[in-house]
């Protein structure tokens, strides 16, 4: 007996998270820990309350991380973070 096809959305939806996780795997884990706050909505000092450093380290370290990923938005790099997870 053969195994069914894979569901062509099943197989789309792999081959998104796969390229979104290549992609945040280039993050340091400082990077990434910041584009999970901001991917669970956070602003910039609760960000900074949770990580315990600087509002402008956040914003310093979000201004690398949408350069590294090619994103140009909070929006973009949540629903980069979101797909890969």
């Not at 998104?16 to 602003?43: C, H």
């Not at 956040?58 to 890969?84: F, G, M």
């Amino acid at each position: 007996m053969t195994a069914p096809a894979p569901c062509p959305a099943c197989a789309a939806r792999d081959v998104v998270r796969a390229a979104a996780r290549a992609k945040i795997a280039r993050l340091t884990p400082r990077q990434l820990a910041v584009a999970r706050l901001v991917a669970q909505g956070k602003r910039g000092l609760q960000i900074s309350l949770e990580l315990d450093i600087g509002e402008k380290t956040i914003r310093n370290v979000l201004s690398v991380v949408y350069a590294e990923l090619e994103l140009d938005s909070r929006t973009a790099l949540a629903r980069l973070i979101w797909e890969a997870e």
